[in-house]
């Protein structure tokens, strides 16, 4: 007897639909068209002003953010503005300090501070004394992070009858640390006077012993980078690679920072921060001190980067 079996209809293959075919054919155009994920918003950035300035005073720097980062929120502190701007930096920074905290405390992926000329050692100190800020990118724009030693006319206005070296008798007396400027006064020619009388840049530096050393070299250290700006033909900063933690020895002959104490003794966290790689240096020529948050070249090469 011969036996016939056939397959049962479930088994047997079935040629896809239509609808099938029509859905795998446009699936490679359908990834392809995807829309992206959402990008992470913005970090805000805070802006602090320098010697004499207000916040008016980058209306183009606020412009240019902006436009190649829509949404960001901005803020440009009006504190300390033209002449207050010579009050003493510890009250500057306690003041700064105050207007900065509910900015980072409603910020949790972190802030970015960009800061000019004067303000980049307002923003130094409070990266140092500030135990919780989460700073992300520290601008440092022109600033003299080592200081000052130079005849500006800012300085002929300031104290008419005293040169530059002849300035350390003012400046390092209690009655010239009252002036913002006299803070941050570097005597290559007066060292131990400088170290002694110096009630600010002399312990942000941590030159000079003090009971805040160790923290505060801690709290700098929370710091993601730091981008350090300034160049050649600003006119203002003296020697121009203060910008650069450089400075003059005893004979003014300028020592970069890698030959500077603070960064061999790593005396508060600058060797720890380039062995890391998060110092960026955009030293730029051309460029005078009262133009450096009005130039648009230099905005997209140096600081826009680095607004995550």
Not at 115 to 123: A, D, E, P, V
Not at 161 to 184: A, D, H, K
Not at 270 to 285: E, F, H, M, Q, Y
Request: aromatic share 12%; glycine share 6%; net charge negative.
């Amino acid at each position: 007897m011969k036996t016939h079996w056939s397959m049962p209809e479930s088994w047997r293959p079935r040629l896809p639909t239509l609808g099938v075919v029509f859905t795998l054919a446009l699936l490679p155009l359908l990834l392809l068209t995807a829309p992206p994920p959402p990008k992470a918003p913005y970090k805000p950035v805070i802006i602090v002003h320098g010697l004499f300035d207000s916040s008016a005073t980058f209306r183009h720097l606020l412009q240019y953010i902006n436009q190649t980062h829509p949404g960001t929120l901005v803020t440009v502190l009006d504190l300390f503005d033209g002449g207050e701007s010579l009050r003493p930096l510890w009250e500057q920074v306690q003041g700064f300090q105050k207007a900065v905290t509910p900015i980072m405390e409603q910020s949790p992926h972190g802030v970015h501070l960009l800061c000019y000329s004067q303000g980049g050692l307002i923003c130094r100190a409070l990266l140092s004394v500030m135990d919780e800020h989460n700073v992300d990118t520290f601008i440092s724009l022109s600033s003299p992070q080592m200081g000052q030693y130079g005849d500006t006319d800012y300085l002929k206005w300031l104290f008419p009858t005293s040169m530059r070296s002849n300035l350390y008798r003012i400046c390092y007396s209690p009655w010239g640390q009252e002036f913002s400027i006299c803070n941050y006064w570097h005597d290559p020619h007066h060292p131990d006077l400088y170290l002694n009388a110096s009630s600010f840049l002399a312990l942000i530096n941590g030159e000079r012993d003090h009971p805040n050393a160790t923290v505060w070299r801690k709290n700098f250290l929370r710091v993601k980078r730091v981008v350090l700006i300034g160049g050649p033909d600003d006119g203002v900063i003296t020697p121009w690679q203060s910008s650069f933690f450089g400075f003059y020895d005893a004979n003014e002959t300028v020592l970069e920072m890698e030959e500077q104490q603070v960064y061999l003794l790593d005396s508060f966290g600058l060797k720890t921060l380039s062995a890391r790689g998060s110092i960026v240096r955009c030293p730029t020529p051309g460029i005078p001190h009262t133009a450096w948050h009005s130039n648009r070249s230099l905005y997209e090469a140096c600081i826009e980067p680095w607004l995550s």
